[in-house]
């Protein structure tokens, strides 16, 4: 009988500690419960700078536009309505040697240049051979997508594109589907690319002072994964419910394997 109730005892614990705490599932959680407002230091969100692979979209505008046809490529001749996700095949891959080859212009080096820099680059070439400033040339330069991967704990999982400038991780994460119930948001971790080699940081999302870390904001080719928590391998349940029900069988099992044994 004694060994009984400290089934029960051990059970008793198990509901308790096996359903997911509400603070572990708020984003963004100050120190305090009473604070309405709180301040941060903005961090400083360096510009990203061009590595192999990536695909720019480069667009060469003047006030009279036959004199800038000769610097478009066959693709975007032929497109009179250009969507965002035809960028990804009219747009310029950086190529193994760090640079885009363009109609006319040849090949432009870019790699480890800000987008802003290949603009300069690239309106200085063309005052500089073919056009006056008279002819109002005009230079877009955007990433053809901004591509990135999530896995683990979220509802879906895979390859993402976004076609924006700027996307901070609790976007990319709402884009999958967001974090599952079982899904550890205090170690989120992403894995970067970086012309010196990869990076991998882990960032706690239940803290306000994520909002600071500069991987906050997701850069192209990041690779983030969110860890399981303990209780989705206990097998528990991830809610007071589910673990409540698990208990009473577990107790039901045992006491009538006890009664069957007397």
């Known amino acids: 009988m004694i060994k009984l109730r400290y ?11 096996s359903c997911v705490p509400t603070k572990d599932l708020i984003y963004l959680q100050t120190a305090s419960s009473t604070d309405s407002a709180t301040v941060l230091q903005p961090i400083a969100n360096k510009p990203y700078r061009l590595q192999v692979n990536d695909i720019v979209s480069v667009v ?10 000769v610097f478009k490529s066959s693709e975007q ?26 109609p006319v212009l040849g090949e432009i080096a870019v790699l480890g240049y800000t987008l802003d ?3 300069l680059k690239i309106e200085s070439q063309l005052l500089g051979e073919y056009f006056t400033k008279e002819a109002n040339v005009f230079v877009s ?3 053809a997508g901004l591509r990135y991967t999530v896995n683990g704990e979220v509802v879906q999982p895979g390859l993402k594109v ?20 079982t899904g550890n948001r205090k170690a989120v971790s992403v894995l970067r690319q970086l012309p010196q080699g990869s990076e991998m940081h882990e960032i706690d999302l239940t803290d306000i002072k994520a909002l600071q870390s500069p991987y906050f904001y997701v850069q192209p080719n990041d690779y983030i994964y969110v860890k399981p928590l303990k209780q989705k391998s206990w097998g528990t349940g991830k809610t007071g419910l589910e673990s409540l029900s698990t208990v009473l069988t577990l107790l039901t099992l045992i006491t009538t394997t006890f009664i069957l044994l007397k």
């Open 141 to 143: 330069v955007k990433l």
């Open 7 to 17: 089934c029960y005892l051990y059970l008793l614990g198990l509901l308790i500690t």
């Open 117 to 119: 820099e290949v603009r």
């Open 162 to 181: 976004e076609y924006k400038e700027k996307l901070t991780l609790l976007e990319a994460l709402a884009s999958a589907g967001d974090i599952t119930m």
């Open 60 to 69: 060469i505008k003047a006030s009279d536009p036959k004199l800038v046809e």
């Open 77 to 102: 001749s032929g497109q009179l309505n250009k969507t965002e996700q035809s960028l990804y095949f009219d747009g310029y891959t950086v190529n193994e040697h760090g640079a885009i080859r363009m």
